[in-house]
């Protein structure tokens, strides 16, 4: 029992002050940035046709799902090609980078650069050919023909949105309505947990980047005034105050929605707001990926690294396969275990090509056959490139690939 408990505490720990404290400064700047230019990131992209699947693939790349959500109302609005959108669900490693990025950045440095030029190829291919919706509609229908028709834009028939009018609230958007309910023990007592917990994430942030450069040692686990004694009880309230905003502050507190793009920000606060909540909603699913994975392991005794070393090839096939899966949970899940070591470079390299994080939804919501088409064209490049790595750099360094690059 102490020993279950004790991995529970360095979970809640370690993934708020090496993960969390990370997170919420990405997630911070990106909706500084937003809220500075008010839109016109978008508006860039719609009016440059020729460049809109790199700039789709570089909102893709940015840490955490907000970059490509923003993306998927432009295809349904008719503004951005099909290849863009294969580009920047390609590019994307959704919230499971943020684990990379904190845990292995060496490793995050290659694979989503990798990720990022094999899903700019695929999609300048795409729009290039004509591999639209449109083109497989045939096909497609023939499976399921009461499904909807697909394919709002294919190679070119970009309509120019000068005024970026678009008719009605963002699909990717739930943020309008405000708080959920109001309260007047649970709305006051919740502002102040958002409060206490940027002072958490500060104070981890800093924790984190001494923790990284003393070569990210063995932290044990205490109280007190010291380093170890700061890492833990900071860890620990900062994770804690995660999973109450998670569960019950986010009702009173901000827009009560989670996991979704925001165009723009009425004030710093509201987009303190948001990060804190995006944040804390990335650190449940951090948490449950460190817990289901040590746990795991002390349950069961098994050495995932053996047994993913004994998969071969299918390694980065079954690395490009989770990527399938909708959501970010998985992801993190995988990303988790390679940050323990316990997967090769190609299946993380595949995995994060093939991944769409929580970007599908909006997509899947309005035009299920462009988003199933997308995620097909980006499983084949996945496969491709995770066995080319495997094939490639296994024979040369052995299992030089495992762990690569992780702290």
Not at 21 to 50: C, H, K, P, S, W
Not at 314 to 340: D, F, K, N
Request: hydrophobic share 55%; with cysteine; aromatic share 10%.
């Amino acid at each position: 029992m102490n020993e279950l408990l004790t991995v529970l505490l360095e979970s809640l720990r370690d993934g708020y002050v090496q993960v969390s404290a990370f997170v919420a400064v990405t997630v911070l700047a990106f909706g500084l940035i937003q809220y500075r230019t008010d839109g016109a990131a978008l508006a860039a992209i719609e009016d440059n046709e020729r460049l809109q699947v790199l700039f789709g693939g570089l909102l893709g790349l940015t840490p955490g799902c907000g970059g490509a959500i923003v993306v998927m109302p432009l295809y349904v609005r008719g503004t951005v090609s099909f290849g863009t959108v294969v580009a920047t669900l390609g590019a994307t490693a959704g919230d499971s980078a943020f684990v990379i990025l904190a845990l292995a950045p060496e490793a995050a440095l290659y694979a989503y650069a990798i990720a990022f030029a094999a899903s700019v190829a695929t999609g300048y291919l795409v729009d290039s050919v004509g591999l639209g919706v449109t083109r497989v509609d045939n096909a497609v229908a023939k499976l399921s023909p009461a499904m909807a028709d697909g394919g709002t834009v294919v190679n070119g028939g970009v309509g120019p949105n000068p005024a970026h009018d678009y008719g009605g609230p963002s699909p990717a958007c739930a943020h309008d309505a405000g708080p959920d309910r109001h309260s007047r023990v649970l709305t006051p007592l919740s502002h102040l947990a958002h409060v206490l917990w940027w002072v958490a994430a500060v104070a981890g942030l800093v924790l984190g980047s001494l923790y990284l450069l003393r070569g990210g040692p063995e932290v044990p686990l205490t109280a007190g005034l010291g380093f170890d004694g700061l890492f833990t009880v900071v860890g620990i309230i900062g994770a804690v105050l995660s999973l109450y905003l998670y569960a019950v502050g986010r009702h009173y507190v901000g827009e009560g929605e989670i996991a979704r793009a925001r165009d723009s920000f009425g004030s710093v606060y509201d987009t303190l707001t948001h990060a804190a909540m995006e944040t804390s909603f990335v650190t449940v699913w951090v948490l449950v990926a460190f817990l289901v994975y040590e746990y795991a392991v002390l349950l069961t005794g098994i050495d995932v690294t053996t047994v993913a070393a004994a998969a071969g090839v299918l390694a980065p096939i079954g690395g490009a396969v989770v990527g399938l899966i909708p959501g970010c949970g998985p992801q993190i899940l995988l990303a988790s275990v390679y940050a323990e070591g316990g997967l090769p470079f190609s299946a993380l390299t595949a995995n994060a090509i093939a991944q769409d994080g929580d970007a599908l939804f909006p997509l899947l919501a309005v035009d299920a056959k462009a988003a199933i088409v997308a995620t097909i064209y980006n499983f084949l490049p996945a496969v491709v490139v995770g066995v080319a790595l495997h094939l490639l750099w296994g024979p040369v360094f052995g299992m030089a690939e495992f762990g690569f690059g992780v702290l």
